[in-house]
């Protein structure tokens, strides 16, 4: 079946330090990939995504791509906030728009100032 | 952006209750919702689709009759925990999926989610 793997946590950085956070997938076909953020005591908030090989997903200073060749798709920011301490799930759906998602286990990172 | 509420956000029953859990797709319609659960430091587990006005899709392994899904109408859709025991005990999230413009342009938005403790 699809599964996940991401970067065990936490992960602690310096304000404005560079983020990596990997992702590695397993999927039949062509699946579609997210990175969901979640905020201390809120609920699941999409970040980026990408629906085919080589697209670049971006948003707020995040960036992943789609590397079907690595099956792969790490987040990065090239200056990190303290504002970006959350929770981060690399998640992937392996069929159509109605299908549920399988997630990683989510990577906790810390930003100190 | 669109907004999915839960109710409630936490509930603490005694072995052998019943518990339901609502999940509320508050700005827009949803046909399909998904339940999930989470153990801690574990990912997200799906446990069923529920499709508004059919019959839920149960994921392997998950006891249709014991996690009962109604989706009565395109905003809300509910989790009973029958008979529950503290092995039930876990953070169950829900999520409801927009349709946009496109293919490969729905979005799942999140619930965010109900902590039970079964005693």
């Known amino acids: 079946g699809d599964s996940v793997t991401q970067m065990e946590g936490p992960v602690t950085l310096s304000e404005e330090a560079f983020l990596t956070i990997n992702c590695t997938y397993t999927?039949?076909?062509?699946?579609?990939l997210f990175w969901y953020v979640q905020y201390p005591g809120e609920g699941l908030q999409l970040l980026l995504k990408?629906?085919?090989?080589?697209d670049k997903g971006s948003n707020k200073g995040f960036e992943a791509t789609y590397r079907k060749e690595t099956t792969s798709f790490h987040l990065e920011k090239g200056s990190v906030q303290v504002s970006d301490s959350a929770v981060y799930f690399c998640?992937?759906?392996?069929?159509?728009?109605?299908?549920?998602?399988?997630f990683g286990k989510g990577t906790h990172l810390i930003i100190q100032p | 952006g669109a907004v999915v509420s839960q109710h409630p956000s936490w509930v603490i029953c005694k072995s052998g209750t019943s518990v339901k859990i609502e999940c509320r797709s508050l700005d827009f319609q949803a046909t399909t919702m998904f339940w999930y659960r989470q153990f801690p430091k574990q990912s997200l587990m799906l446990m069923a689709t529920s499709n508004e006005g059919s019959k839920a899709t149960y994921e392997q392994g998950v006891e249709k009759d014991k996690f009962l899904i109604n989706h009565a109408s395109l905003t809300l859709s509910t989790l009973t925990v029958t008979s529950a025991h503290p092995e039930d005990s876990s953070f169950y999230i829900c999520s409801a999926l927009r349709l946009a413009g496109g293919p490969y342009q729905e979005t799942q938005y999140f619930g965010p989610g109900t902590r039970l403790l079964v005693l």
């Open positions: 990408a629906t085919k090989a080589d």
């Open positions: 998640a992937l759906r392996g069929g159509g728009g109605a299908d549920g998602l399988t």
């Open positions: 999927a039949t076909g062509y699946p579609s």
